[in-house]
């Protein structure tokens, strides 16, 4: 049983394991990086340290959505790292059983499939299951594909 944030990119829901949530905050005072890869938005000054920040969004293969009131920044803590992800809306916190959680559908687009772990079903909603680890792998591609 683990907890889960969950968080909207386009229509879609997503979950992250709340261990790795450091914080949410809203989307503000990000420094744009010149010739930056598309799925950097930028970095924030977070109580002194620079945090990158990456667009969930371009990671997903979706366009980037950067002017909604609605956007939030989760700011996560993965094996050392901190970094934040730009996502269009907070929903709820889960709880979720291991033995609920399946395999992502095999139809997924490629760039969805390196970043989803496993899907939930509830009565009236797919939640995708993001690993932040390959949040942080998929950024790094494509910065590495953009230099």
Same mark, same amino acid.
């Given at each position: 049983m683990a907890q889960y944030s969950t968080f909207y990119c386009g229509d879609s829901l997503f979950g992250?394991?709340?261990g790795?949530?450091?914080?949410?905050n809203r989307t503000s005072g990000l420094t744009g990086v010149p010739l930056a890869a598309n799925c950097v938005r930028g970095v924030m000054n977070l109580r002194g340290e620079v945090v990158s920040m990456l667009d969930l969004r371009t990671l997903l293969g979706l366009p @980037? +959505? &950067?002017?909604?009131? @609605? +956007? &939030?920044n989760l700011i996560l803590k993965c094996d050392g790292d901190i970094f934040g992800v730009c996502v269009d809306g907070v929903a709820d916190i889960l709880t979720i059983e291991s033995d609920a959680v399946t395999a992502p559908p095999s139809n997924l687009s490629i760039s969805e499939s390196k970043l989803i772990k496993g899907v939930y079903q509830t009565d009236t909603v797919l939640i995708m299951l993001i690993d932040p680890r390959e949040i942080l792998n998929a950024s790094l591609v494509s910065i590495r594909t953009a230099a």
């Open positions: 992250l394991d709340i790795y949530v450091q914080e949410i @980037s +959505n &950067r002017n909604s009131v @609605s +956007n &939030r």
